[in-house]
């Protein structure tokens, strides 16, 4: 049972161009999460999606960043015109049911650089 | 709102040396803690868990006590090794809020010397 896997590891983005970060949760999963870790900081929550709905989105700036979760293929966190600010660790976790003390599974993240 | 405050590192060590790390939470209600472990370049994996008040977590000689009256949900291992160098994360599930969201507090960073 393959873990989270997110795609690409690292992706290097010049400014005013877009991002996109694949997400794809452990079988069975249907609750996933993004996380944003800037340097040297810990994980902040963005958005909570369950299979094609945006259930918590209280984390997410209000501008250039959108998320989805479509009921085939991975979910997908976009940026759009990348500003230098952006660069950090974008961390996914999927969790099986969307209670509090299940344990949620962590990807490896993807590592964006905006330059 | 819900936070999360450990303490700050780095914390150095020397191998078998005994471990602390402070973690206390503000939080409504009783929410589940955790404690994750991030070595380097790689993702958060779960360490230990404890969902109710005077729960003890443990796994691979780490342990940790729920605290309700403390608010404090604290690490320990009696004998690290090299291997355990990597950055601790406490966090806690905003039972409040749908699904499983996770707050986390901002990170120790563990160095363990031979």
């Known amino acids: 049972n393959a873990g989270v896997m997110q795609n690409p590891r690292h992706l290097v983005r010049r400014r005013g161009q877009e991002a996109r970060l694949r997400c794809s949760p452990m079988?069975?999963?249907?609750?996933v999460y993004w996380y944003r870790q800037l340097p040297e900081e810990g994980l902040k929550f963005m958005v909570y999606l369950q299979k094609e709905n945006i259930i918590d989105e209280s984390g997410m700036p209000k501008e250039r960043f959108s998320a989805e979760f479509p009921k085939e293929g991975p979910s997908i966190l976009r940026i759009q015109q990348v500003v230098r600010g952006d660069s950090a660790a974008y961390f996914c976790?999927?969790?099986?049911?969307?209670?509090?003390?299940?344990?949620?599974?962590f990807g490896q993240g993807t590592r964006l650089t905006v330059v | 709102g819900n936070s999360v405050t450990q303490m700050e590192g780095p914390v150095t060590l020397s191998e078998e040396a005994f471990l602390t790390i402070n973690c206390t939470y503000t939080?409504?209600?009783?929410?589940?803690l955790f404690w994750y472990v991030q070595y380097p370049g790689e993702g958060l994996q779960l360490l230990l868990k404890a969902t109710k008040a005077d729960d003890k977590g443990s796994n691979k000689g780490f342990e940790a006590t729920y605290r309700k009256e403390t608010t404090s949900f604290h690490l320990e291992k009696g004998s690290v090794q090299v291997s355990d160098s990597a950055v601790y994360f406490c966090a806690l599930s905003d039972i409040g809020a749908a699904g499983n969201k996770l707050t986390f507090g901002g990170g120790t960073r563990v160095l363990v010397k031979p």
């Open positions: 079988k069975g999963h249907s609750h």
């Open positions: 939080a409504t209600g009783y929410p589940s």
């Open positions: 976790a999927s969790s099986r049911k969307g209670q509090g003390n299940t344990e949620a599974f």
